[in-house]
C-alpha cells in the first residue's frame, strides 16, 4: 500500500471513530473502510457497534446492519443484529419492517423474516403505512401470506389513496392474486372520491402489469386501463400534469387515444417545459406520430428564450439513442 492510501486508510478509521461527526457519515466511513483488503475486521467491527448504539440515529443504524450483511463472512452477525432492530422499541415501524425485509433476504433467515413481516402486516398497533409496507415486502417475496392484508388494505376506505393503491399493485404483483389487484387497481383509478394522483397512479400501476403479464389471468385489463387512462387524460377537474401523466401511459399501451391529449399538452402554454417536452416526446414514439412529436422537439429546441430549448435537445438525443431519430 503506497503513502496515499495508508493516509486514507488512516483517515476513514478517524472519520469513523469521530463523535463529532454525523452518524451517517461515520457509518460510510466505516464500510468504505470494510471494502479495503485487510481491513474488512475493522471497517465490520466499527458497523457492528453502530448497529448496536441506541444513541446513533435509527436510520444509521439499520444501514450500518445492511451494510455489514454485505460483508462476505459476517452474514450472520448482521442477521442477529437485524433480528434485534426490528424488536428494538426505539426504532419507528417503518425501520422495523425493513430490517424484517433484510434478514428474509439473508440466507438461512427467510422464515424468521417473513414470520415478523407477516406479523406487522397484521398488527392493528400500527400506522397503516407502516403495514402496508410490511405487506409489500412480503408480497415482493412471494409470500402467500401477503395477499390477504393487501387485499385488505386496498379495499379500506379508511385508509388514504396512495396507501390503498399501494396495496392494490403490490397484489397484482404476487402470483396467483394478479387478476384480483388488477381489478382493485382499474377500481381505484375510476374512483372519484380519491384524489388525481393516487388515480392516475393506480392507472398507471396497472399498466406496468399488464404490459409485462400477459397471461388469460389479465385478459380485459388493458382494455380497462386504456379506457380509464383516456378519461383522466380529459378529465378537466384534474391537475393537468396528472392529466400529462394519464396520456404518457396511455401512449405505453400504443394507444390512438393517446395522440390528442399528447398534442394539446405539448402545445399547453400552462404547462411547464418537462411536461410538454414529455408529451411532445411520447407522441414521437407513437406510430405514424414520430413525424408530429419530432417536429414539436424541433421547435421548442430552437427556442433559445425559453428553458425549454435543452429539455427538448435531450429528448431528441434520445430518441436518436433508442434508434426513433
Given at each position: 500500500?503506497?503513502?496515499?492510501?495508508?493516509?486514507g486508510?488512516?483517515?476513514?478509521?478517524?472519520?469513523?471513530?469521530?463523535?463529532?461527526?454525523?452518524?451517517?457519515?461515520?457509518?460510510h466511513a466505516?464500510?468504505?473502510l470494510?471494502?479495503?483488503?485487510?481491513?474488512?475486521?475493522q471497517?465490520?467491527?466499527?458497523?457492528?457497534?453502530?448497529?448496536?448504539?441506541?444513541?446513533?440515529?435509527?436510520h444509521d443504524?439499520?444501514?450500518?446492519?445492511q451494510?455489514?450483511?454485505?460483508?462476505?463472512?459476517?452474514?450472520?452477525?448482521?442477521?442477529g443484529?437485524?433480528?434485534?432492530l426490528?424488536?428494538?422499541?426505539?426504532?419507528?415501524?417503518?425501520?422495523r419492517v425493513?430490517?424484517?425485509?433484510?434478514?428474509a433476504?439473508?440466507?438461512?433467515?427467510?422464515?424468521?423474516g417473513?414470520?415478523?413481516?407477516?406479523a406487522f402486516?397484521?398488527?392493528p398497533?400500527?400506522?397503516?403505512?407502516?403495514r402496508?409496507?410490511?405487506?409489500?415486502?412480503l408480497?415482493?417475496?412471494g409470500?402467500?401470506?401477503?395477499?390477504?392484508?393487501?387485499?385488505?388494505f386496498?379495499?379500506n376506505?379508511?385508509?388514504?389513496?396512495?396507501?390503498?393503491?399501494?396495496?392494490?399493485?403490490?397484489?397484482?404483483?404476487?402470483?396467483?392474486h394478479?387478476?384480483?389487484?388488477?381489478?382493485?387497481?382499474?377500481?381505484?383509478?375510476?374512483?372519484?372520491?380519491?384524489?388525481?394522483?393516487?388515480r392516475v397512479?393506480?392507472?398507471?400501476?396497472?399498466v406496468?402489469?399488464?404490459?409485462?403479464?400477459?397471461?388469460?389471468?389479465?385478459?380485459?385489463?388493458?382494455e380497462?386501463?386504456?379506457?380509464?387512462?383516456?378519461?383522466l387524460?380529459?378529465?378537466?377537474?384534474?391537475?393537468?400534469?396528472?392529466?400529462?401523466r394519464?396520456?404518457?401511459?396511455?401512449?405505453?399501451l400504443?394507444?390512438?387515444?393517446?395522440a390528442?391529449?399528447?398534442?394539446?399538452?405539448?402545445?399547453?402554454?400552462?404547462?411547464?417545459?418537462?411536461?410538454?417536452?414529455?408529451?411532445?416526446?411520447?407522441?414521437?414514439r407513437?406510430?405514424?406520430?414520430r413525424?408530429?412529436?419530432?417536429?414539436?422537439?424541433?421547435?421548442?429546441?430552437?427556442?433559445?428564450?425559453?428553458?425549454?430549448?435543452?429539455?427538448?435537445a435531450?429528448?431528441?438525443?434520445?430518441?436518436?439513442?433508442?434508434?426513433?431519430?
Amino acid at each position: 500500500m503506497d503513502g496515499h492510501q495508508q493516509e486514507g486508510t488512516e483517515l476513514l478509521a478517524a472519520f469513523a471513530d469521530d463523535a463529532f461527526l454525523e452518524s451517517h457519515h461515520r457509518m460510510h466511513a466505516a464500510g468504505a473502510l470494510a471494502d479495503l483488503d485487510g481491513h474488512r475486521a475493522q471497517g465490520a467491527g466499527l458497523l457492528a457497534a453502530f448497529a448496536n448504539d441506541p444513541a446513533l440515529d435509527c436510520h444509521d443504524r439499520l444501514g450500518a446492519a445492511q451494510a455489514l450483511a454485505g460483508l462476505d463472512g459476517y452474514q450472520e452477525e448482521a442477521a442477529g443484529l437485524l433480528a434485534a432492530l426490528t424488536t428494538d422499541p426505539a426504532l419507528r415501524g417503518l425501520h422495523r419492517v425493513t430490517a424484517a425485509g433484510a434478514l428474509a433476504r439473508l440466507d438461512g433467515h427467510r422464515v424468521q423474516g417473513t414470520g415478523l413481516l407477516a406479523a406487522f402486516a397484521d398488527n392493528p398497533t400500527l400506522h397503516s403505512y407502516t403495514r402496508v409496507t410490511a405487506a409489500e415486502a412480503l408480497a415482493g417475496l412471494g409470500d402467500e401470506r401477503a395477499s390477504g392484508p393487501l387485499a385488505a388494505f386496498a379495499d379500506n376506505p379508511a385508509l388514504d389513496g396512495f396507501h390503498r393503491v399501494t396495496a392494490a399493485g403490490a397484489l397484482a404483483r404476487l402470483d396467483g392474486h394478479r387478476a384480483q389487484g388488477a381489478g382493485r387497481l382499474a377500481a381505484l383509478a375510476g374512483n372519484p372520491a380519491l384524489d388525481g394522483r393516487d388515480r392516475v397512479t393506480s392507472a398507471q400501476n396497472l399498466v406496468d402489469v399488464v404490459a409485462t403479464q400477459e397471461t388469460a389471468e389479465l385478459e380485459g385489463h388493458r382494455e380497462k386501463a386504456a379506457v380509464l387512462l383516456a378519461a383522466l387524460a380529459g378529465n378537466p377537474a384534474l391537475d393537468e400534469r396528472e392529466r400529462v401523466r394519464a396520456a404518457w401511459n396511455l401512449a405505453r399501451l400504443g394507444d390512438e387515444r393517446a395522440a390528442g391529449p399528447l398534442t394539446a399538452f405539448a402545445n399547453s402554454p400552462t404547462l411547464g417545459s418537462y411536461e410538454r417536452v414529455g408529451a411532445a416526446a411520447a407522441l414521437a414514439r407513437m406510430d405514424g406520430h414520430r413525424e408530429e412529436g419530432v417536429g414539436l422537439l424541433v421547435a421548442f429546441a430552437d427556442d433559445s428564450y425559453s428553458d425549454i430549448c435543452v429539455e427538448a435537445a435531450h429528448a431528441l438525443t434520445e430518441l436518436s439513442e433508442w434508434g426513433d431519430g
